[in-house]
């Protein structure tokens, strides 16, 4: 049986815009009160507008008024599990702190990190 998590991010995958790259992601964000919130990403012309799916799966979570998290899964068609990029890695961070990382593909492969192991020295407004 597949993880609900790991099934929602699979689902919103299947929404992605990525007529450029054609590489489709798909996000999904457990919040505290265990909804799930999903995102793919959305690309532009001018790549430096486009989203990632898990920046669109923040930002609609934020927006929808869910400030804790628990878990996110991230889904991509590839034989290596694709993490979050650096812009993902920081708004993760920055909303969700420490949170659980779950990377999926198409095959049923599964990995699971805690965020902090793909970003060791984070920075965050404790800097400020």
């Not at 265990?34 to 507008?49: D, F, K, M, Q, W």
């Not at 929808?64 to 889904?75: I, K, P, T």
């Not at 034989?79 to 909303?95: H, N, V, Y």
């Amino acid at each position: 049986m597949m993880d609900p998590l790991v099934e929602a991010a699979l689902s919103a995958r299947r929404n992605a815009h990525a007529p450029f790259s054609h590489f489709q992601v798909g996000a999904a964000l457990e919040d505290s009160a265990g909804r799930i919130h999903t995102g793919c990403n959305v690309e532009n012309a001018s790549y430096g507008l486009t989203l990632c799916a898990e920046r669109v799966a923040v930002f609609k979570a934020v927006s929808e008024g869910a400030r804790q998290f628990r878990r996110v899964a991230v889904v991509a068609d590839t034989d290596t599990l694709t993490p979050p990029c650096g812009a993902c890695r920081q708004i993760l961070w920055e909303f969700c702190g420490n949170v659980e990382l779950v990377l999926a593909n198409l095959h049923g492969k599964t990995e699971t990190f805690r965020l902090k192991d793909l970003l060791p020295r984070p920075f965050d407004a404790s800097f400020l």
